[in-house]
Each structure stands twice: as structure tokens, then as C-alpha cells.
């Protein structure tokens, strides 16, 4: 490129990034302009050591991976997309085999008095997309991911 002053590609997380990484916006500007120039493969991987300083949302970066440096994925249950399993949203379903209205009919023709039914036990995974977009789970504020206390269990009272 000739002589020309560098474009501010992203002025607000310029504002948010500025005091960690100075030199961001002047990397990125420098490997936007090779590209530009030579092409896609002109780029190397030392222009992207800036993305540490972009802004993350949580400390475990809504994984719990730890040491791991890989996980297998699991299936989502709603939209069968393929998610690592410690990203994973988990829920462990335990419901008779049984809906309620038969429940009646059967241990009405049944012979036996106290007969138990079985019930389905079944772990569910959700991505995080599919569990926010069916209340699974709700967002929270940037004061509320902070807690890392479970929270409360309800408990549904037995007669």
C-alpha cells in the first residue's frame, strides 16, 4: 500500500483494549495490508498473538477442561450439533416409563398390588445456543457469572 494512514478497523474494542495491548490495531492493520497485497497466505500467525487481549466473559471460558487438550464431543438433544462434552449443558431426566392419566389403568388391571414401575433414566446435553433458547438455562449479568454457587434445588413437597 502507499503512504496511507492506517484505517481504525474496530473503534470501540479499541477503547476496551487499548491499556492491555497497544499495539493491537497496528498488528492487525499491518496483516490486513499484506493480505491485501499478496494474498491470504501472506499472513502469518504472528499477527494474531494479539487475541489475548479481547475481553472474555468468564474465567473458565465456559468450558471445564482444564489441563485437558481435548474433549470428545457429545450430541446436542435439540439440534443434534456436535459440542464438546465439558461445554456441554447437562441434565439428568429421571420420569416413569408410564405418563400419569394410565397410571391408573394399570394398577387397576394389575395382579400384583405394590408393583413399582420402572422409570427412564436419561442424561441430556444441550449446546449453549439450544439451552438459552429453551430456558434451560437464562443469561446472566457480568455480577452474576461471578457466582459460582449452584443454585437453589427445588424440591417438590410429598403428601
Given at each position: ?6 484505517v ?64 470428545k ?36 388391571a ?9 422409570k ?5 446435553y ?34
Amino acid at each position: 500500500m502507499s503512504g496511507e494512514e492506517p484505517v481504525d478497523v474496530m473503534p470501540e474494542i479499541r477503547k476496551a483494549c487499548e491499556p492491555k495491548c497497544a499495539d493491537y490495531f497496528t498488528k492487525y492493520q499491518a496483516c490486513v495490508d499484506r493480505i491485501k497485497a499478496k494474498g491470504v497466505g501472506a499472513c502469518d500467525g504472528q499477527y494474531f498473538d494479539f487475541l489475548h487481549c479481547i475481553d472474555k466473559c468468564r474465567r473458565n471460558h465456559g468450558r471445564n477442561k482444564k489441563g485437558r487438550g481435548h474433549v470428545k464431543r457429545v450430541t446436542c438433544v435439540s439440534t443434534a450439533k456436535l459440542i464438546p462434552k465439558d461445554k456441554a449443558i447437562k441434565r439428568f431426566v429421571v420420569r416413569n416409563i408410564v405418563d400419569q392419566s394410565a397410571i391408573r389403568d394399570l394398577k387397576e388391571a394389575s395382579v400384583y398390588e405394590s408393583y413399582a414401575l420402572p422409570k427412564i433414566y436419561i442424561k441430556n446435553y444441550y449446546s449453549i445456543e439450544a439451552a438459552i433458547h429453551q430456558r434451560i438455562v437464562r443469561v446472566r449479568s457480568v455480577e452474576g457469572r461471578k457466582n459460582r454457587a449452584p443454585p437453589a434445588r427445588f424440591r417438590a413437597k410429598r403428601a
